[in-house]
């Protein structure tokens, strides 16, 4: 592994070669194995003769987190803490502000040094930093969610067209199975807050937070993230590069929640889309969805402070958009009438249902159904800002760098082109009804949409 790059030091304290353990703050690689962060606490452990402590901070006031992320969510922790204690390695969750939680736990452990995972999103940064300021021992990061460090890129690309090179180039240098170390040293910390072994159930009864419904049947954690990608590669990959846009059924692998929340590793599943022995067509076609596209969105989240925010679109878009800002909008809904699906738009009312009621929208579908809100609502930034708190609250890898990025590409050309200039849109690319109908049956879309209301098909 090309190993400067992916880790970093966030302070410029000393490893303390007199504290007790290496501690692992677990934030967004939330799994136990083939997960870079950890096996650079196991190895520094190993080498200082130390234990590895993993430290988990369960925060039930997290910005648009629903009920639906945090079942999700624990059903992953509970996968982590097996896969953990294979490896010598304590789990303790803990309840509160994450900083707060391990600063806490700093003085509790007194570790020689601590690890936690990269994340190029503001809310995490925020926290590292403040704990940052706390600390007087060493804190290192290990960027173990993307397959080419993000700081391999040294600025904000401008499309994909100009980060795909730079990512070919290095491919094949990144792509080595990630290790499963064991921690030498064994230790007898760990707890659950209630002491009690992790259990689904009661960790959701002790969280505070209401908001969109549960969906028990779409688990979280690593053990069905490793199911979803066998059953993608067995049965969907084939096609992928002719019928990825075809949302009934899916021929997508439906891990961007799984991905979200760290519970499998990305090398991982490339080299195993590598070695299915699918078309080239289809391997080609998801690695670019999986590695260019994913990874332009990690690169404008980390590089653009505005990538919340339609101010973080190109000039040309932002312009064309102010230019028509007071054109007629035939139809104008409301926040709460789109929640509903009240729109006058069947196609429209179907792909918000799916996700309320599923936590997932197939991508050719989260195309048309941001493009709509941009439409109906009564300018960019309401468009911008509707578009990513639906996003952000139903669907269940809300709150991501591909969610920021989708919604500028959108509402604000973010990565795309100018097109012909038309109302409303500007020169930014504009869908319709008619050319979606086009593309697929959408009729059977609506269709399958209703009897998943109905409850005659469930989804997993
Ligand atoms: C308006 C809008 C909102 C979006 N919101 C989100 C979101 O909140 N969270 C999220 O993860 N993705 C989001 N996307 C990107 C994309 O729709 C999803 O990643 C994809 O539908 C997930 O399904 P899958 O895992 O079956 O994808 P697959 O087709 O199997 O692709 C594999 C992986 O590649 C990545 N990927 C695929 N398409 C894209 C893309 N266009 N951009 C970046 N990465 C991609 C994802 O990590 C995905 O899991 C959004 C796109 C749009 C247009």
Known sequence: M??????RSV????????????????????????????????????????????AFSLY???????????????????????????????FI???GHPPQVINQLVTELQPALIVSDENPLKIPALWRDSLAQELKVAFQLVD???????????????????????????????????PNPKANHACNEGTTPTGEPLDETHLMSLLKVAGASEIPAYKGGSVEAHKRLKLF??????????????????????????????NIDPIHVVLNVLESGDPQSSIDSYIEEFIVRRELAINYCLFNPNYDSLKGCPDWALKTLAKHKDDPRTYLYTFDQLERA???????????????????????????????????TPDAETAFETTLKLNDRWEMDGRDANGYTGVAWAIGGKHDRP???????????????????????????IDWVAKIEKGTIKRD
């Open 233 to 262: 590669i067995t049965k969907r990959l084939s096609r992928y590069s002719t019928e990825r846009n075809e949302p009934t059924p899916y021929m997508t692998s439906e891990l961007s929640a799984h991905l979200h929340f760290g």
């Open 144 to 178: 173990a969610d993307v397959v080419i460090p993000s700081r391999h890129f040294v600025k904000e690309e401008y499309a994909a067209r100009t980060i795909r090179p730079k990512i070919h180039k290095v491919l094949a240098s990144y792509l080595k199975p990630v």
């Open 60 to 90: 039930d006031q997290f910005p648009n987190a629903e009920r639906r992320h945090f079942r999700f969510m624990i059903q992953g922790l509970i996968d982590a803490s097996l896969e953990l204690s294979e490896k010598n390695v304590p």
């Open 93 to 95: 969750i803990r309840f």
């Open 2 to 7: 090309n190993g400067d790059l992916r880790i």
């Open 419 to 445: 097109w012909g200039e038309r109302a409303i849109f500007g020169m930014v690319r504009f869908m319709s009804y008619e050319s979606t109908r086009k593309k697929f049956d959408s009729q059977g879309y």
């Open 342 to 376: 009240e729109s006058h738009d069947p196609l429209w009312n179907a792909s918000q249902k799916e996700m309320v009621l599923t936590g997932r929208m197939h991508n050719y579908m989260r195309m048309y159904w941001a493009k709509k809100i941009l439409e109906w």
């Open 11 to 54: 302070n410029s304290h000393p490893v303390h070669l007199d504290g007790k353990c290496v501690l692992y703050w677990m934030q967004r690689s939330q799994r136990g194995r083939e997960n870079a962060a950890l096996n650079h606490a196991i190895d520094q452990a190993n080498q200082l003769k130390l234990p590895v402590i993993c």
